[in-house]
């Protein structure tokens, strides 16, 4: 929310202050504070055999969440959609909610689209992605000089 005018005020400095105001533009939570809705914390952690995912989406179901991979792009997106009514004898009220958000993911070349594996469970939607066998890093080695 912008402050407001008063009549004296400079049409100029507001505006100087609302395009170059550091903290509206870059500070913690932009988006969330300019669009109303946040995008979920993901942590990503590789391991020689797999990528595992871990979104925090508190609040859904796990029927509200659609994950596709296509041309090595994974896309985990979700939708929720909730109506309640109440009816009195003078009057009805309606109330919506709508809390939707979708994220994509390049995925390198060294995964394997076969047994993706997704399970969401107090919140958090976690994805393992398995590697493929030929491209699974080897542990170190180290060989000693005779």
Same mark, same amino acid.
């Given at each position: 929310? @912008?402050?407001?005018?008063?009549?004296?005020?400079?049409?100029?400095?507001?505006?100087? @202050? %609302?395009?170059?105001?550091?903290?509206?533009?870059?500070?913690?939570?932009?988006?969330?504070?300019? =669009?109303?809705?946040?995008?979920?914390?993901?942590?990503?952690?590789?391991?020689?055999?797999? =990528? &595992?995912?871990?979104?925090?989406?508190?609040?859904?179901?796990?029927? %509200?969440?659609?994950?596709?991979? &296509?041309?090595?792009?994974? @896309?985990?997106?979700?939708?929720?959609?909730?109506?309640?009514?109440?009816?009195?004898?003078?009057?009805?009220?309606?109330?919506?909610?709508?809390?939707?958000?979708?994220?994509?993911?390049?995925?390198?070349?060294?995964?394997?689209?076969?047994?993706? &594996?997704?399970?969401?469970?107090?919140?958090?939607?976690?994805?393992?992605?398995?590697?493929?066998?030929? @491209?699974?890093?080897?542990?170190?080695? %180290?060989?000693?000089?005779?």
């Amino acid at each position: 929310m @912008t402050q407001v005018r008063s009549k004296n005020e400079s049409f100029t400095p507001a505006l100087f @202050t %609302d395009i170059f105001d550091n903290a509206k533009m870059f500070g913690k939570n932009w988006f969330e504070k300019e =669009f109303g809705q946040g995008l979920p914390a993901v942590n990503i952690n590789e391991t020689t055999k797999q =990528f &595992d995912l871990e979104f925090a989406a508190p609040g859904f179901k796990k029927e %509200d969440f659609k994950i596709s991979i &296509d041309d090595g792009i994974l @896309t985990i997106s979700a939708e929720k959609k909730e109506e309640k009514s109440e009816e009195n004898k003078k009057f009805t009220r309606r109330e919506f909610s709508f809390n939707s958000f979708s994220r994509s993911f390049t995925l390198p070349e060294s995964v394997s689209m076969d047994n993706v &594996d997704a399970k969401y469970t107090n919140g958090i939607l976690k994805l393992s992605i398995p590697k493929k066998e030929e @491209t699974k890093v080897l542990p170190k080695k %180290d060989i000693k000089v005779a």
